[in-house]
């Protein structure tokens, strides 16, 4: 079974300028997941979906952030404009949706702003 | 607000020695109980989960809820070096899952 792919995995912005972070969840995953990491803390939860739609976005910044996921696949989450306390490692997850609640995590894509 | 609040660490433990994490959580609906390890620099990856009140044994990790309390813990016998790393405290309700901010774990050589 092909895990969550995520890309890029590393990017480098100055404040101010736009990022885009791509999610592929586990095949057959119904429920995505992106969550923020700042060096030293937990996962923090930005957004949840299930299949196509918003399950939960309570704590997604939307002055700046964005997320998507047309079809019920892929997601795309994206930061405009960045700023320096937006530096953190984005954690893509999901799960069946149903049953035992078990995320299963992609590598993450770390995201630096200077 | 949620809140998921572990054993602040870091912690530190010989190799071969018992290591003791614990974890309490604010939300008394909460309906699922995570433990994951997360190595420094990867992605958070599931050691083991747990529903009822209880312990609940997977080879050397032993996870224990007391949902009267909203306490949970995780022993791990026979420390290894392998076994250091940050270990994340996941509270569920709704198939949504709350993080505390995790406790470093070093086992000594």
């Known amino acids: 079974e092909a895990g969550v792919a995520q890309s890029p995995r590393y990017k480098i912005i100055e404040k101010r300028q736009s990022v885009a972070f791509w999610c592929n969840p586990i095949s057959g995953h119904a429920t995505l997941y992106w969550y923020q990491q700042i060096l030293g803390q937990g996962p923090k939860l930005l957004i949840q979906?299930?299949?196509?739609?918003?399950?939960?976005d309570s704590q997604l910044p939307k002055d700046r952030f964005s997320a998507e996921r047309l079809k019920g696949v892929d997601s795309t989450l994206k930061i405009q404009p960045a700023k320096l306390e937006d530096s953190a490692v984005y954690l893509c997850a999901s799960t069946t949706g149903s049953g035992a609640n078990v995320l299963t995590f992609g590598a993450g894509s770390r995201l630096t702003v200077l | 607000q949620k809140e998921v609040e572990q054993n602040s660490g870091p912690l530190s433990v010989p190799e071969g020695a018992i290591a003791s994490l614990n974890c309490t959580y604010s939300?008394?609906?909460?309906?699922?109980f995570f433990w994951y390890r997360q190595y420094s620099g990867k992605s958070p990856e599931l050691i083991m989960f747990i529903y009822s009140n209880g312990d609940k044994e997977d080879g050397r990790f032993t996870a224990q809820l007391n949902k009267a309390s909203q306490y949970v813990s995780l022993l791990i016998r026979d420390s290894q070096p392998s076994d250091s790393a940050t270990y994340l405290c996941?509270?569920?309700?709704?198939?949504?899952?709350?993080f505390g901010k995790g406790t470093l774990l070093t086992v000594n050589p």
């Open positions: 996941a509270v569920g309700s709704n198939y949504k899952l709350t």
């Open positions: 939300d008394r609906g909460s309906q699922s």
């Open positions: 979906f299930q299949n196509n739609g918003v399950v939960d």
